[in-house]
């Protein structure tokens, strides 16, 4: 399957005559790929509704908007980016200039997911180029709308040998990760993040990795219920669950639990109707496989709201299950879907107990108006990130790092450090020759004293 490809793209000679690395070339490509995106924003609409019926809304502020702010932002600053940044030099190294040179990492490879196919795939492919690499774009193949449409996008703009997309499923990623890349950045699950993990390492090669995780959502009782019911349930259902930041289960101290399950239903009613089905603003499971994986999670649990499973248009109702047992199959693994297990506490140790039953998450929420509460949460924990008194919104703040910590993800992006992520930093030392102290040259004899005075003195 792959021949063509291998005799085709893997010389990447674009990146080989230099010629990516020029601040003129990337701006012109990031600007015709903008321009290209531009033209075909209700193309974007269309495939992403044809492939798991997401809503214009959604996908404008969720995808579109993002790719084009990105767009925006490495435009601008691209020039100010890519100078070699002067750091001040040290007694040692005087009289010298000292720097910090970016240059690209090479041949970069990409793999994304599904869940926000337009988003995750442009996103790192954007600031790879910004950092004037060349780039092998491996998007999902559950999007085949979306996938086929970014390939276009990637064919019109780009030379096969700068930038090119490889549609595939697994097998297909197999065998270019099997490939030596000088970058890898994938976004995807932690089994799939293991075996590029494996394979980058073969090579040495510094990878990315944004995987996912079951996050919590602590609330105490001192939070703002309605308004926490409000944002948890925007959240959660965003996207049908099928998001990798969405909080996944709910830990809420025990004597608010009732009040709060009331609150939720209350707001999922109002978002999305009597009949969740019906919404334009409710989309479908991916694929048949993940809605019996999430139909799966509903049995032998206390549904209390929502439960409607239909396995053949792909849908599940908005769900909120009342106390799952930590072994139980919704609480075994990242949920990924329209289903909210609200567990309960009643002291910090029960809070403890239940979020270090799992790996370190990807996020974790906070809501409440206790300083005390809120500082021990944020530092007994280890997460990506995350937010108190509302869910998802640090993904949205470019200055800011995106990315995961242990089994959740390895390295972060967005903004300026995603920029960084895909260049080498190379430490640069510009020697002055009026000046050359014979202290650092043998023979050493009577030389060591002063030495450590003057190291005394300026460390
Ligand atoms: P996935 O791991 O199944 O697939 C991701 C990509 O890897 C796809 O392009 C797929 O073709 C490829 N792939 C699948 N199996 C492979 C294999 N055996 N070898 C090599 N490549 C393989 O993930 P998904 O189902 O597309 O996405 C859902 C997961 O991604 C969730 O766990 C979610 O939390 C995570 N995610 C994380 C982030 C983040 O930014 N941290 C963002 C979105 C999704």
Redesign the pocket.
Known sequence: MLTFIRRKWFTLPALSTQKTKSLETRLVYLKALKSEILSKEQAVYDALNKDFKKSEFETYVSEFSLVISQLNLAIKNLNKWAKPKRVSSSIITFPSKDYIYKEPYGNVLI??????PFL?ALEPLIMAVSAGNTVVL?????TTHTSQLLTGIIKTVFPEDYVTSIQ???Q???EL?AKKWDYIF????????K??AE?AAKHLTPVTL????KSPCIIDDTAKLKLAAKRIVWGKFFNAG????APDYVIIKRTIKQEFIELLKHEIIDFYGENPKESADFPRI?NEK?TQRLANMLKETNVVFGGIVEETTNYIAPTLIDEPALNSEVMND?I?GPILPILTYETKEDIHRIVTNFDKP?SLYTFSNDKNFIEHILNTYSF?GGVVNDVLIHFSNHKLP???VGS??MGAYHGKLSFDTFSHSKAIIKRGNWLDPSMRYAPYKNKLNFIKKIFKYFS
């Open positions: 793999i994304s997911p599904w869940n926000y995750l491996k998007p999902s193949e559950l595939g499923d697994a297909v990623s197999t990760l994938f976004t995807g699950s932690v089994p799939v993040g075996i590029v394979a944004e995987l996912g995780g099928q998001t990798c930041i991916i993940n990242e990924f990807l990506g995106f990315g995961g959740s993800g």
